[in-house]
Each structure stands twice: as structure tokens, then as C-alpha cells.
């Protein structure tokens, strides 16, 4: 991409962002997250792909904008969720605080993935975030600090993050498992089932505007068997009443360089619902 076209973007940035009083965001951002072709690690490369699936809706304030507004008819809480599929954590009361949850899930002992783990990855960010972002699971860079999204494809997630005109500490950052599956496999529907119920606390603690879900997985487990990653994302789907957009997860994008124009309409969407105004690409 021309050097100009982030030059742009990073001008109509600057300015909707001294009309709104934020700041703008640098060329380089831009254009690093347009054009990261760095080599994939071996964790990245090592880790299997597989197909998933799931489902629908949008902030109240696009409802009228976006077709694909879309809500489950399996599911009274509007998200078609098999209980067989994804579980409930294991249907016991939590904690109603962020930080008791995570102390909760730090001694969970509920699946296999505990006796390989390093670390429980609880996630983190603002407690009280507008956007939250959900992924697989922590990988082996995760694993080993404790911390969600910290390897490669983390630092892919802070460009979009950047690039949505956010900062990694406004918004909260979690994983569908808690801990490592290893070798980086998908997370099977048993260890989800366990784990997915402290996911859905965290949710209901933080109520989020919206939720952008990272990948297949994020999509199977949170909203069930909507379709593939290729079909939902840039569709609106609810989970509880949160207007939820799928979006490929970063380790494919760094992949599939090609997807992160998709992954950027995607954002894009998302960014509206927070009357963040994408950069307008001009025409010569
Ligand atoms: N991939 C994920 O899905 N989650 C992480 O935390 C890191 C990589």
C-alpha cells in the first residue's frame, strides 16, 4: 500500500480526533498494522487450524444501519448456545467481583488444561470496558506471563486495538480457555464447557458496548454453530442484548496477510458503534 494512502489516514485521524479531543494515530500504526509480514514463529506455525462455526446483533445505535443484525432463535438470551456445547462453567455461583472471579479461576482445577498450564491467563484490561475482545486461549508466551494476547499475535491485537483508536488499557481483553491447551490445539468442547461459564461472568461483571470475538473458536464457543469464521465475520450477532462482531483471529491474519482488509471493514464497524469515524480513503 502506498506510502501516501497511510499518510491520509493518519490525517483524517488527526483531525476527527482534535474535533472529538483525542489524539490522532501515526502513519507508522497504520501501516504496520496494514502490512506486518514478518515470518510467522514456530508456535504460530505449529498451531492447528481448524474449521469452526457460529452467529448475531448490533449496538442499539446500528440497528437501522446494519443488515446483518442478526439473533438466535435457540437461546433465550439471544445467543443460540447449546449447553452440551458450551457449557456454563459448571452452573455454580461466582464471584460478583472481577478480582474474586480471578482468584476463583487461579485455583481451577476443572479440566485436563490444568495440569499443563504455567499460568492461568484470567485476562485484563478495564473493568469497566466498552469494547472487549475475546480469543482462543492463551498460547505459549501467555501461558508463560500470565497474560492474554502478549506474543505475536498480540502485538498484532494492540495495531487493531491502535488502529480502532483505543489503547490496550481502555478495553478488556479475555480468552474463551483460561489456560494453554497444549501444543496450541483448539480447545475441545469439554475444556470449554468448564471454562466457558467464567468467560460469560466476566461479561456480565464488565458489560461491554460490544464485543469483538477473535477466530473460530470465539465464535463456536460464545455464540454456537453460526457458520464459519468466513461467513459470520462483519455480521452482527447478540449475546445478551451485547451487539457481538466476529472477526478472524490476528494469528491468521499474520498468516493471511490478505484478510486484514476484511478484519479492518470488521473494525471499522465496531468503531462506529463507539462514534469513532474510520479514516475516508481519498481518490485521486
Ligand atoms: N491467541 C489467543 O487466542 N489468545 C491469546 O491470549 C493469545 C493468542
Redesign the pocket.
Known sequence: MAEEFFQVLAECLEREGRRKGRPGIAPEVLKEFFTDSRPETEELRSQPRRKAAPPSMPPHSLIQASPALETSASSSSSVPISASATGNGGDVALPDSLDMLAETVAQCRRCILAETRQHV?FGEGNPHAGLMFI?????A??DRLG?????R??QLLDKMIAAMQFTREEVY?A??VKCRPPGNRVPSPDEAACCIGYLKKQIELIRPEAIVL??A??VTFLLGPVGGITRVRGRWFAYEGIPVMPTF???YLLRQESAKREAWIDLQMVMKVFGKTPPSRKRA
Open positions: 491467563v480469543g482462543e486461549g492463551p498460547g508466551d501467555e497474560r492474554p494476547f502478549v506474543g499475535a498480540g481483553i480468552n474463551i477473535l477466530g473458536t470465539a483471529h490476528p494469528a
